[in-house]
Nanobody, 123 residues
Framework: VQLQASGGGLVQAGGSLRLSCAASGDTFSTYNMGWFRQAPGKEREFVAVTSWGGGRTYYADSVKGRFTISRDNAKNTADLQMNSLKPEDTAVYYC?????????????????WGQGTLVTVSS
């Protein structure tokens, strides 16, 4: 599976962005899809995950209620809608896939990673 993340950019605090992750390969629908982010000088951290069918989701506390993860298996895409953005959301965002049955939140549980897309939130 190859992943391509897009949709990053510069936005003011309180604004919205929608990230998209396009996947190649016919096994996309069998993987959980997650989003992680890495802020400057910090370690990469979990943001959100959706199950292979999209019926289950889980979010980091820091984004709960503001971000929404979704997927479209027919299009091999997974999106992250980000609302009410804050300067602390500034980071490079990565999408990744995991074969782990339960909703994984650790980096080592993910197999394939996209290249990342930069989100900058100005105050």
């Amino acid at each position: 599976v190859q992943l391509q993340a897009s949709g990053g950019g510069l936005v003011q605090a309180g604004g919205s962005l929608r990230l998209s992750c396009a996947a190649s390969g016919d096994t996309f629908s069998t993987y959980n899809m997650g989003w992680f982010r890495q802020a400057p000088g910090k370690e990469r951290e979990f943001v959100a995950v959706t199950s292979w069918g999209g019926g289950r989701t889980y979010y980091a506390d820091s984004v709960k209620g503001r971000f929404t993860i979704s997927r479209d298996n027919a299009k091999n895409t997974a999106d992250l809608q980000m609302n009410s953005l804050k300067p602390e959301d500034t980071a490079v965002y990565y999408c990744a896939t995991s074969p782990i049955r339960n909703l994984p939140t650790w980096e080592y549980q993910y197999t394939y990673w996209g290249q990342g897309t930069l989100v900058t939130v100005s105050s």
